[in-house]
C-alpha cells in the first residue's frame, strides 16, 4: 500500500498513529525534503547554543576593525570568516544570535494563532449557524487587511518589543487555521464514526475534541510548519521596517536594514542575513510540503 | 443571481463596518496614545491635546465620529505635516499603484505562460526548474530581493539607479523585486489548477476526438483553469500593496508605504488610519468585483 493509501486508510480510525509513521518515512524518502530537516535542526541547535558557539559577543564593537570583508576577500581577518559590519561587530555572531529572535517570533507566534484558529474553526464548523456566520464574517474582514500592514500599525501603537512581535503575528494570522479546521470539521461531522459517537450518547465537546479534532491535526500540522516559515518573513520586514523587536538584541531583519545603508561600500552587511533567512525559511518550507503530501493527500 | 448580488453586498456592508472598527482600533491599541506622543510633557498639556483631539469623550462617542469622519475622508490633520492626512495619502496613492500594478501585470505575464508549461510538462526538467524557483522564491524576503538586484544592476554593473521614482529606468529595480515577489504564489495556482483541469474527462475527450494539442490547452483547458486564477489575482491585490510598502522603502519611493512607515516612526496616527484605511478599503472593493466576476464567469456558483 503506498503511504497516500495509508494516511487515507487510516484517517477514519486511529488517525495520531497512522499520520505520524508514514509522515517521518515521506520525509526519509525525500532527499530535499531531508536535507531541509537536517538544516533546520542545524539552525535550531545554533539558535539554542548561540552563546556558547557564537565566536564573539554579537554586541562588542571595534573602530579599527570596521568593514573587515568575509573569508576569501582581500582584506579578510580569520577571526572573522563574515566579516564585520560598520562598527565592527563580528557578523557570524550576530547571525548565530539573530536566529534565536527569528525562531522564536516564528514558533511562538504560529503556536498563538493555530490555538487560536483551530478553537474558532472548530466552534465555527461544529456549530454553524450564527456562530458560523460570525467567526467567517471576521476572517472575512481579517482577509481584507494586508497582515502586514496591520502588523506594522499595531507593532508601531505598541511599541517595538518582542512580546509585540509575537502578540501581533498571532493575532493575524490565525484566520487560515480557522477556515481549514472549519472546512474538515463541516467534512467530518457527516461521517460515520462521529454519527455512532453521537448515537452512544456522547456529548458534544467530547464529539469535537476526542473525535473530530484529532482528525483535523495532520492539516493544521502541516498548515502550522508552512506559517512558521511566513512568521519568520513577517518578523524580518518588520524589523527591517524598524518596527519589529527592539535594538536589544541582533535580528536578521535589523542587520539587512543596517547594511542596506551601507550597501555600495560592504555588499555582505546586506548579503549574508539574508542569506540566513533563506536557508531557514527554505529548510521550513521543503519540510513543510514534505509532510503536506504524507499527511494531506487532499489539499495542495 | 440577484440573491447572490444582494449576499454580496451585504456582507461587503459588514467588511466595511468591520475594517472601520479595526482602523479605530490602532489609535486605541497603546491604552493612551497622548502619552505616546508626548512623553516628557506635563499632565496639564497632555489633558489639552486630549482634548483637542478629543480623546477625553466615551469611546462610542469617538467611534460614532470617527466613522462619521471617515466616510467624508476626514481623518484630521496630520500631526507632523499639518495637512489633512487624507490628502497626504491620496497625493501618494498613485505612485503605490502604479508600482503595484506594474508588478503585478509583470508577475502575471511570467507565471501565467511558466505555470502552464509546469502543468502540461509535469516532472520534465523545466517543470523541475520552475518549481525550484517557485520555492526559492517564496523563501526569500521581498526587501532583500530589492536589495539584491540593487547590488547586482545598480553597484556591480552601474547600469539601473538604485533609488527614487523619477526616470524610467528607476522604476525597472522595484518592479522587478514586487513583480518576483508576487510571482511565485501565482506560478503555484496557475500550476495547480492547470494540473486539476487537465485530468478532467472533458479534456481526454478533446484529445480523444483528435484535437491538436495546443486546441486542447488553449481553447479547452485554459478557460477553466482561469476561475483559479482570477480569484487569486483578488486576493493577491492585498499581498501586492503590503509588498508596495515594503518594496517603496527600499528604493527610497514616495508612496504611501514611505508615507506610512514613516507616520509610524513619527506617531502620526491620522496619517497610520488614513493609510490603513484607504488601502483596507481598496482591498475590499476589488475583492468584491472579483467576487462578483467569478460569480459571473462560474456558472455552478451563480445556480447555488
Known amino acids: ?167 501581533v503575528l498571532g493575532l493575524t494570522g490565525w484566520e487560515r487555521y480557522a477556515r481549514v479546521v472549519r472546512a474538515e470539521v463541516l467534512a467530518l461531522r457527516e461521517r460515520d464514526f462521529v454519527e455512532a459517537a453521537r448515537a452512544m450518547g456522547a456529548r458534544a465537546a467530547r464529539i469535537v475534541l476526542r473525535h473530530i479534532l484529532p482528525n483535523t491535526l495532520s492539516s493544521v500540522i502541516v498548515l502550522a510548519t508552512l506559517q512558521v516559515a511566513q512568521a519568520i518573513l513577517a518578523e524580518a520586514a518588520l524589523s527591517f521596517l524598524g518596527v519589529g523587536t527592539g535594538k536589544a538584541y541582533p535580528t536578521w531583519g535589523q542587520m539587512i536594514a543596517q547594511g542596506r545603508d551601507v550597501v555600495t561600500i560592504a555588499w555582505w552587511l546586506p548579503t549574508l542575513p539574508g542569506l540566513a533567512i533563506l536557508v531557514t525559511v527554505l529548510s521550513i518550507n521543503l519540510v513543510g510540503d514534505q509532510l503536506r503530501d504524507a499527511l494531506d493527500p487532499h489539499v495542495r | 443571481m440577484t440573491r447572490v448580488l444582494v449576499r454580496r453586498v451585504l456582507r461587503l456592508v459588514v467588511v466595511v463596518a468591520g475594517v472601520s472598527v479595526v482602523t479605530f482600533a490602532i489609535l486605541h491599541a497603546s491604552g493612551d496614545p497622548v502619552a505616546l506622543m508626548m512623553p516628557e510633557s506635563p499632565e496639564a498639556e497632555r489633558t489639552e491635546l486630549r482634548r483637542t483631539l478629543g480623546l477625553d469623550d466615551p469611546l462610542v462617542v469617538q467611534f460614532a465620529r470617527f466613522v462619521a469622519d471617515a ?109 518576483a515577489f508576487l510571482a511565485p504564489a501565482q506560478l503555484r495556482i496557475v500550476r495547480s489548477s492547470m494540473l486539476e483541469v487537465i485530468a478532467l474527462d472533458y479534456v481526454r475527450t478533446a484529445r480523444a476526438k483528435g484535437l491538436s494539442e495546443r486546441a486542447v490547452i488553449w481553447r479547452h483547458a485554459l478557460r477553466n483553469a482561469a476561475l483559479p486564477v482570477v480569484t487569486v489575482i483578488g486576493l493577491q491585490f492585498g499581498i501586492g500593496l503590503g509588498g508596495a510598502v515594503i518594496t517603496e522603502s527600499v528604493f527610497a519611493i514616495p508612496g504611501v508605504g514611505r508615507l506610512i512607515v514613516a507616520a509610524i516612526g513619527q506617531l502620526d496616527f491620522p496619517v497610520v488610519q488614513a493609510s490603513v484605511y484607504v488601502l483596507a478599503m481598496m482591498i475590499v472593493t476589488v475583492n468584491f468585483a472579483v467576487d462578483l466576476l467569478y460569480t459571473w464567469l462560474n456558472p455552478v456558483v451563480r445556480v447555488r
Open chain 2, 71 to 179: 466616510a467624508r475622508g476626514r481623518f484630521g490633520d496630520s500631526l507632523y505635516h499639518r495637512e489633512p492626512a487624507m490628502a497626504l495619502v491620496l497625493a501618494r496613492m498613485p505612485t503605490t499603484l502604479t508600482l503595484a500594478c506594474l508588478a503585478m501585470a509583470a508577475a502575471l505575464v511570467i507565471s501565467v505562460p511558466a505555470g502552464i508549461l509546469s502543468a502540461i510538462r509535469r516532472g520534465s526538467p523545466a517543470d523541475h526548474a520552475i518549481t525550484t524557483m517557485v520555492f526559492l522564491g517564496q523563501s526569500m524576503p521581498v526587501f532583500w530581493i530589492g536589495i539584491m538586484l540593487m547590488l547586482l544592476f545598480g553597484v556591480a554593473w552601474r547600469v539601473l539607479p538604485v533609488s527614487g521614482w523619477t526616470s524610467w529606468s528607476s522604476v525597472v529595480l522595484p518592479v522587478v523585486t514586487l513583480g
Open chain 1, 1 to 167: 500500500m503506498t503511504v497516500r493509501a495509508l494516511a487515507v486508510a487510516h484517517v477514519s480510525e486511529s488517525p495520531r498513529v497512522a499520520a505520524a509513521r508514514p509522515a517521518w518515512q515521506w520525509l526519509r524518502r525525500s532527499p530535499l525534503a531531508f536535507i531541509g530537516g537536517v538544516v533546520l535542526l542545524l539552525v535550531v541547535l545554533a539558535a539554542i547554543a548561540a552563546p556558547q558557539i557564537a565566536p564573539h559577543d554579537p554586541a562588542r564593537q571595534s573602530l579599527v576593525r570596521r568593514y573587515v570583508p568575509p573569508a576569501g576577500f582581500t582584506g579578510a581577518r580569520a577571526e572573522h570568516p563574515f566579516g564585520t559590519d560598520q562598527i565592527g561587530r563580528d557578523v557570524l555572531s550576530r547571525i548565530i544570535h539573530g536566529a534565536r529572535i527569528s525562531l522564536l517570533v516564528g514558533v511562538c507566534a504560529v503556536v498563538l494563532s493555530s490555538l487560536f484558529g483551530v478553537t474558532l474553526g472548530l466552534v465555527s464548523g461544529f456549530f454553524e449557524g450564527r456562530v458560523d456566520t460570525v467567526i467567517m464574517t471576521v476572517v472575512d474582514i481579517m482577509l481584507s487587511f494586508p497582515a502586514l500592514l496591520l502588523a506594522l500599525a499595531f507593532a508601531a501603537a505598541l511599541g517595538p518589543s518582542l512580546t509585540t512581535v509575537i502578540l
